[in-house]
């Protein structure tokens, strides 16, 4: 069992920055990886960035050189490090840790970009 708390969420205007914290407790040495997910109503989930054990990491297209993905393995914990946010940042965003065999997810933290 893995147990994921974010932290970080929150209202910001345009053009501002937040990070987001993800911590995972429980059977944390078997992560492969862990990552980044937003979701609004009526939409899909899609990925905002993943970052593997060894630290290779995947940032979608929308993020790309706004977002940065981290992570601490030894804290077991990742950082998604958001500036230049915008409007259509707005979401609720999930963090996700992957096993070889299943998957846990965080119960979210909202972003709302917006002056």
């Known amino acids: 069992q893995v147990q994921l708390v974010e932290s970080g969420g929150g209202l910001v205007q345009p053009g501002g920055s937040l990070r987001l914290s993800c911590a995972a407790s429980?059977?944390?040495?078997?992560?492969?990886?862990m990552g980044w997910y937003r979701q609004n109503p009526g939409k899909q989930r899609e990925l905002v960035a993943i970052i593997t054990r060894g630290g290779s990491t995947n940032i979608a297209d929308s993020v790309k050189g706004r977002f940065t993905i981290s992570r601490d393995n030894a804290k077991a914990t990742v950082y998604l490090q958001m500036n230049s946010l915008k409007p259509e940042d707005t979401a609720v965003y999930y963090c996700?840790?992957?096993?070889?065999?299943?998957?846990?997810w965080g119960q979210g933290t909202q972003v709302t970009v917006s002056s």
């Open positions: 996700k840790a992957d096993r070889p065999w299943d998957a846990y």
């Open positions: 429980g059977n944390t040495l078997s992560i492969t990886a």
